[in-house]
């Protein structure tokens, strides 16, 4: 039974020099000092139901919450995280870890890290273009570090290796028995049959979404499907619908330009659709993008500069002169707008070409992965087989440990907010200390919140296996107190979505007490924390 509560408000959030220290530079990476976290409240009518915002709504009473726990995680401490990840895939054969590590993931790392060196250069010639473009560069280097740490600890481990063992020594469980050879026969050597052949797809698809979704005013040439079709209706059309379409993109106008930049935009278009020719010219290619690189001879320099001249796309004036005046007879405007013509080209690829035969391929390999499971279980009788993440309530156990990623190089598990000092550059925005915690830190003035060693622990590491969704999770202890915030991954263990190994697989928590330690003590909001239940307290004020 699932209450929805609509009334949540922000209560308060850490400046983004705590929040986000380290950003782009320290994500997926340990030792970590951010202190991730926000303050929400939930509201609800005074019979503590769930209602619509009102000024008369209370604050919400649940049944139950989380005690907190100032101990903190000592090595070797056993931790559990619960939340909904979203997916791992920590059962696929060989070969589609081979098409993931050597097929999807270069053309990802490859094409985000143009993009992302094009964004910095931009951010760091001015402000007002780093405040524009920081989210936009932290969501396309979240998956870029991501996907390259996942390839190096795959081949670190030698993974598809280990995969192909396992498979060798299924071959022979399999033949050694008429019935199994009966219902397993033919199955590893059909998933290598299907995988090659999405491997081969892949690679298009994914140099087309990398690429030709990668620009921003192809994105948002996308947004106007919807008022096209309607336009283009042979019957009669009802101003009242058309006015509300035009009103949206409208809307869609004012927030895509309050953050865009065409130079940047530009600059991303010549570079990553010359690599997306160059790469994929023989195969699936995006008919538009071939007539472009006829007319322009091939210089995409040129070509950019003419597209980005002669489309609406890229400029607001254009953009809200062109629906300040829209009617029905304008869309053939659109309909021969270079970036719609490209985005309309990029995505009838896609959706028409592309995604029916893997979507096809994909289904086929899902029935024969079911008939791959039931084998692997049968054939591994006592090993705990858990299913894979599906954004469902899952909890996951580990302990509190620091990790071995390289030769002659250990990590203990918790870091501190000397670290914080010691990483402290004032020319660089990640690694500015804010005034009132560098006073802090001089005054060792930690409060109840700092550890039995005298230091401010600020983040965390254990061995829960997490993945995507699990950001935000809380961290508790065996007796079920709160003592973290889970908030990102070891880099070198990124590839646990595919291979978990306890060796080097660690999720990064912040631990509690410097979250409340900033909210306290830094933000002078003590009166929060009087809001919650510390179970400590007593036994220290005692």
């Known amino acids: 039974v699932n209450e929805i509560f609509e009334d949540i408000r922000l209560v308060g959030a850490p400046p983004s020099n705590i929040g986000k220290f380290g950003g782009d530079t320290d994500n997926w990476v340990w030792p970590r000092h951010t202190g991730d976290f926000s303050i929400f409240r939930i509201y609800a009518d005074k019979d503590n139901k769930p209602a619509p915002y009102s000024e008369e709504n209370v604050p919400y009473k649940p049944k139950k919450h989380l005690n907190i726990s100032l101990d903190g995680a000592e090595e070797g401490d056993f931790t559990f995280i619960f939340g909904y990840p979203g997916s791992t895939q920590e059962y696929i054969p060989s070969w589609a870890v081979d098409m993931q590590v050597n097929v999807i993931n270069p053309i990802r790392i490859d094409l985000r890290g143009k993009r992302i060196d094009i964004f910095k250069k931009y951010m760091e010639q001015s402000p007002e273009i780093r405040i524009q473009y920081a989210a936009k560069q932290a969501g396309i280097s979240n998956g870029w570090k991501k996907w390259i740490g996942e390839n190096r600890g795959i081949n670190r481990l030698k993974v598809i290796d280990q995969k192909k063992n396992f498979e060798s020594e299924f071959i022979i469980w399999v033949e050694s028995s008429?019935?199994?050879?009966?219902?397993?026969?033919?199955?590893?050597?059909?998933?290598?049959?299907?995988?090659?052949?999405?491997?081969?797809?892949?690679?298009?698809?994914?140099?087309?979404?990398?690429?030709?979704?990668?620009?921003?005013?192809?994105?948002?040439?996308?947004?106007?499907?919807?008022?096209?079709?309607?336009?283009?209706?042979?019957?009669?059309?009802?101003?009242?619908?058309?006015?509300?379409?035009?009103?949206?993109?409208?809307?869609?106008?004012?927030?895509f330009f309050k953050d865009y930049q065409p130079a940047i935009d530009k600059e991303v278009f010549a570079v990553i659709l010359k690599d997306y020719y160059e790469r994929t010219h023989n195969g699936s290619m995006a008919d538009e993008l071939r007539i472009l690189y006829t007319k322009y001879k091939g210089d995409f320099n040129v070509m950019a500069d003419e597209v980005f001249a002669k489309s609406v796309f890229v400029s607001k004036e254009k953009m809200n002169e062109f629906l300040d005046h829209y009617k029905t007879s304008n869309v053939k405007k659109l309909e021969h707008d270079p970036v719609y013509k490209l985005?309309?080209?990029?995505?009838?690829?896609?959706?028409?070409?592309?995604?029916?035969?893997?979507?096809a391929k994909n289904n086929h390999i899902d029935s024969?992965?079911?008939?791959?499971?039931?084998?692997?279980?049968?054939?591994?009788?006592?090993?705990?087989?858990?299913?894979?993440?599906?954004?469902?309530?899952?909890?996951?156990?580990?302990?509190?440990?620091?990790?071995?990623?390289?030769?002659?190089?250990?990590?203990?598990h918790y870091t501190t907010l000397e670290g914080i000092m010691e990483k402290e550059d004032p020319e660089?925005?990640?690694?500015?200390?804010e005034d009132k915690l560098q006073e802090l830190y001089q005054k060792k003035d930690y409060g109840v919140y700092g550890d039995e060693d005298g230091s401010m622990h600020v983040c965390f590491t254990a061995s829960n296996h997490t993945t995507g969704g699990n950001s935000g999770s809380p961290v508790l202890d065996?007796?079920?107190?709160?003592?973290?915030?889970?908030?990102?991954?070891?880099?070198?263990?990124?590839?646990?979505?595919?291979?978990?190994?306890?060796?080097q697989c660690r999720n990064i928590a912040l631990d509690i007490r410097y979250c409340l330690f900033i909210i306290d003590k830094f933000a002078g909001a003590g009166h929060l924390v009087d809001e919650m239940t510390i179970v400590d307290l007593e036994l220290i004020f005692d």
């Open 478 to 503: 065996a007796d079920g107190n709160l003592i973290g915030i889970n908030f990102d991954r070891c880099w070198e263990g990124t590839m646990s979505d595919i291979y978990y190994d306890l060796s």
């Open 178 to 255: 008429a019935e199994r050879i009966e219902k397993y026969g033919n199955l590893l050597a059909e998933l290598e049959k299907q995988y090659n052949s999405l491997s081969e797809i892949s690679y298009f698809s994914t140099y087309l979404t990398e690429a030709g979704l990668g620009i921003e005013a192809v994105r948002f040439a996308r947004t106007f499907e919807r008022l096209v079709d309607y336009s283009k209706l042979k019957k009669e059309i009802d101003e009242n619908k058309l006015n509300e379409l035009v009103s949206d993109q409208k809307n869609r106008t004012e927030s």
């Open 343 to 359: 985005a309309s080209s990029f995505a009838g690829l896609y959706y028409q070409q592309l995604i029916p035969v893997i979507r």
């Open 428 to 433: 660089i925005y990640d690694y500015v200390v």
């Open 368 to 412: 024969l992965m079911r008939i791959f499971m039931q084998a692997q279980i049968e054939m591994q009788p006592m090993k705990k087989i858990y299913p894979d993440a599906n954004f469902t309530l899952r909890v996951a156990y580990g302990n509190a440990d620091g990790y071995n990623p390289d030769d002659a190089v250990f990590y203990r």
